[in-house]
């Protein structure tokens, strides 16, 4: 069946630009979560949706940093004026209801040169 | 500040041997721990999970145990497989919170 799907798999641009992160999560799955995975880290929390609900953004490190869902299922993440710290592995999530396991897609190298 | 420590960041072990990968937490509020295996360009597949109410939980090759007063858990694989090589995520959530805290990883080579 089909997994966590994430687009694009690799992402280099130059400081200062804007980019755009994208996610399907699996189908029926209400909740939705960003992480990202800097050089020999953990996985840091970003921002959770679930349903129809406020979405918790207390993890996004900046206010460069946003994200949206739209229409319960794909959500895309976006970072405006690129830095350079903002290099890493943008990984997304999926659960049944904010329930335990949450299911990884495979991430999204982003790279600021 | 760090929730959940993984203070070996590697561990080689031989075939057909023991793997054991520890975790440490410092919030007491944890009540729920899991364990994820990551492949390069992979994103991390979950492994096995414990709750607070248990001491052990086991699946096929895999173990975990948890013990709550020292704040410690621990992955075992038994035996170990050259397919097992990979980086080994433990992270933990508090009851009725959904977001996970992750430790940094260890990253296990299982030698031929």
């Known amino acids: 069946g089909a997994g966590v799907s994430q687009s694009p798999s690799n992402k280099v641009t130059e400081k200062g630009k804007d980019v755009e992160l994208r996610c399907d999560p699996i189908s029926g799955h209400t909740a939705l979560y960003w992480y990202r995975q800097s050089l020999g880290q953990g996985l840091e929390f970003l921002i959770y949706f679930q349903g129809n609900s406020a979405p918790d953004k207390s993890g996004l490190p900046s206010d460069r940093f946003s994200a949206e869902r739209t229409g319960g299922s794909v959500s895309t993440l976006t970072i405006q004026r690129t830095q350079q710290e903002d290099s890493a592995v943008y990984l997304c999530?999926?659960?049944?209801?904010?329930?335990?396991?949450?299911?990884f897609g495979d991430g999204t190298r982003l790279s600021i040169l | 500040d760090q929730q959940v420590k993984q203070n070996s960041p590697s561990l080689s072990v031989q075939e057909g041997r023991i793997s054991i990968l520890n975790c440490d937490y410092t919030n007491s509020m944890f009540d729920y721990f899991l364990w994820y295996k990551k492949y390069p360009a992979e994103g991390p597949t979950f492994l096995i999970s414990i709750s607070s109410i248990k001491d052990k939980n086991e699946d096929g090759r895999f173990t975990v145990f948890l013990n709550k007063s020292a704040k410690h858990l621990s992955l075992h694989i038994v035996p170990s497989q050259p397919g097992d090589s990979a980086v080994y995520f433990c992270a933990a959530s508090a009851h009725g919170d959904y977001k996970l805290s992750f430790g940094a990883g260890t990253t296990v080579t299982v030698r031929a």
């Open positions: 999530a999926s659960s049944w209801d904010g329930s335990q396991p949450q299911h």
